[in-house]
């Protein structure tokens, strides 16, 4: 599967973005999804995954209530819809994919497939 995140920009405190993964392949639907981040000189971190039927979705502490995973299967697209913006959450979103059911679904190491990464600026 190849993934191609996109939706970043620059937004203020405060703000709204939703970013979007869409997936090639026929087999979109039979594989757990998930969207981490990296800022400059940090590891990679978790921020939410979805399970490959959406009935399970996993958040990291950091954004629970202002974050939303999602998935339209019809679509090929995974989407994440990220409110009450804050500095923090300024770095590269990767989506990544991994077919059925991962062990622990915030673990970057699980997932075998990664798009290239949409960046994402906050400002204060």
């Known amino acids: 599967v190849q993934l191609q995140a996109s939706g970043g920009g620059l937004v203020q405190a405060g703000g709204s973005l939703r970013l979007s993964c869409a997936a090639s392949?026929?087999?979109?639907?039979?594989?757990?999804m998930g969207w981490f981040r990296q800022a400059p000189g940090k590891e990679r971190e978790s921020v939410a995954a979805?399970?490959?039927?959406?009935?399970?979705?996993y958040y990291a502490d950091s954004v629970k209530g202002r974050f939303t995973i999602s998935r339209d299967n019809a679509k090929n697209t995974v989407y994440l819809q990220m409110n009450s913006l804050k500095p923090e959450d300024t770095a590269v979103y990767y989506c990544?994919?991994?077919?059925?059911?991962?062990?622990?679904?915030?673990?970057?190491?699980?997932?075998?497939?990664w798009g290239q990464g949409t960046q994402v600026t906050v400002s204060s």
């Open positions: 990544a994919a991994e077919p059925f059911d991962v062990a622990d679904p915030l673990q970057p190491y699980e997932y075998d497939y």
């Open positions: 979805i399970s490959w039927r959406g009935g399970r979705t």
């Open positions: 392949g026929r087999t979109f639907s039979s594989y757990d």
